[in-house]
């Protein structure tokens, strides 16, 4: 058997869609050849879900995809285009008041 491609939360709009892939790690960024880098697996695991809605088509086939993670140590707000697909990398407060919670996470879809 296969596994499902199965998003942890999407957003759809008229004109937008975006597939969100949230993660816990320690620390979003891993250490690789003295440089601070982003976990490849979850870019490439955002793409296949970006190209596998892309190939279905309908309305919203061009859709965009947003890593989020909580922060721990940083704030990440970082943009790519991979191949067509525009994929951000974002992070979200978890250590605050509900409220300022959903404020920020409204945020992030500006």
């Given at each position: 058997l296969s596994p499902k491609m199965q998003t942890d939360s999407s957003l759809t709009a008229s004109d937008?869609?975006?597939i969100i892939d949230t993660k816990y790690y320690e620390d979003a960024l891993q250490p690789h050849y003295n440089?601070?880098?982003l976990?490849?697996?979850n870019?490439?695991?955002i793409h296949a879900y970006l190209t596998n809605i892309e190939a279905r088509g309908g309305v919203n086939a061009h859709c965009e995809g947003m890593l989020l993670y909580p922060t721990v140590t940083q704030e990440l707000a970082l943009h790519y285009n991979?191949?067509?697909h525009r994929i951000s990398v974002k992070t979200i407060n978890l250590n605050q008041e509900w409220r300022q919670i959903s404020c920020d996470l409204l945020?992030?879809?500006d």
């Amino acid at each position: 058997l296969s596994p499902k491609m199965q998003t942890d939360s999407s957003l759809t709009a008229s004109d937008r869609k975006i597939i969100i892939d949230t993660k816990y790690y320690e620390d979003a960024l891993q250490p690789h050849y003295n440089k601070q880098t982003l976990t490849s697996a979850n870019l490439y695991q955002i793409h296949a879900y970006l190209t596998n809605i892309e190939a279905r088509g309908g309305v919203n086939a061009h859709c965009e995809g947003m890593l989020l993670y909580p922060t721990v140590t940083q704030e990440l707000a970082l943009h790519y285009n991979v191949k067509g697909h525009r994929i951000s990398v974002k992070t979200i407060n978890l250590n605050q008041e509900w409220r300022q919670i959903s404020c920020d996470l409204l945020k992030l879809l500006d």
